[in-house]
């Protein structure tokens, strides 16, 4: 059997020197896959677990200068465009990525990639400087981490054998035992909680939030020494009432170790649907800058351990 290092995941980012998602300086490794289908998602190449083909009309310099992609696709999954520019045909495509291969201008390339837990923490520990001077470390994220539940607990084990701080942002949605496994590993925990409206959040996320609640319970009574970073995105007409997030303070309030955090709705992440060949469904929405204040009032107000 092959060590457990070098068990391999899918990785679609790593983003280094980050001072927002975890103490200190961060080192943040995004995994592929999630099972949640937020409408807000600002990580759509985040959804699917296996790498998938992007392509970025911008920056592709015409068939008629090049056009190697529509010659390297053995399953006709790249067609003509009417501006000299190819179209993928997502149905047809097989995701093997000879057109990537070919592409001089990257227009085509590839979100996803196989790694291992070696792969990572040599990434990782090339920034131990700023991680020893900051009390910064690992953060992984995605997707949702614990989709790829043996390569992530075995990540924060290894990392933890190398004496690195590490944090995890999930969505909560996994089998509890995973969860209680990744904590055993973490310095930090951030945890998404969106509504505690079961209606809407099934409607806006395409799961139920039941198992979410349940673990966060579960989180807070089995680990109350762990600190716990609670995060709500705030996405206009979803959960941007004072009512959406006192019911969420509520539910939060009292347990151990809790902070709370509010992030505006933006659409930084819109052009990647155009990317993978997806819709974004939010583009006609915005958040005014005084509501999203308004909030962040009611829940300093409201919510200060």
Sequence with gaps: MEPSNKQTGYVFNIQQFSVHDGPGIRTIVFLKG??????????????????????????????????????ACPHNALLPGEDDKPVVARAACQKCFSCVQVCPATALHTFGQVMTVDDILAVVERDNIFFSRSGGGLTVSGGEPLLQADFVLELLAQARRRRLNTTIETSGYAAWPILEKACRCLNTLIYDIKSLDANKHQEQ??????????????????????????????????????????????????????????????????????????????????????QFERLNTVKNAFYNP
């Design 34 to 71: 999630c099972p949640l289908r937020c409408r807000w998602c600002s990580n759509p190449e985040s959804q699917e677990s296996k790498p998938e083909l992007a392509y970025n009309p911008n920056k592709c310099i015409g068939i008629a200068a090049c056009g190697r992609c529509l010659k």
């Design 205 to 290: 996320t395409k799961q139920s939030n039941a198992v979410i609640l349940e673990n966060f319970i579960k989180v807070t009574a089995a680990f109350p020494n762990l600190p716990i970073l609670v995060r709500t995105p705030v996405i206009p007409g979803f959960n941007d009432s004072e009512e959406d997030i006192k019911a969420i303070m509520n539910f939060i309030s009292g347990k151990p170790n809790v902070r709370y955090e509010l992030l505006p709705y933006h659409r930084l992440g819109q052009p990647k649907y155009e990317y993978v060949g997806k819709e974004y469904l939010l583009d006609t929405v915005t958040l005014p800058k005084e």
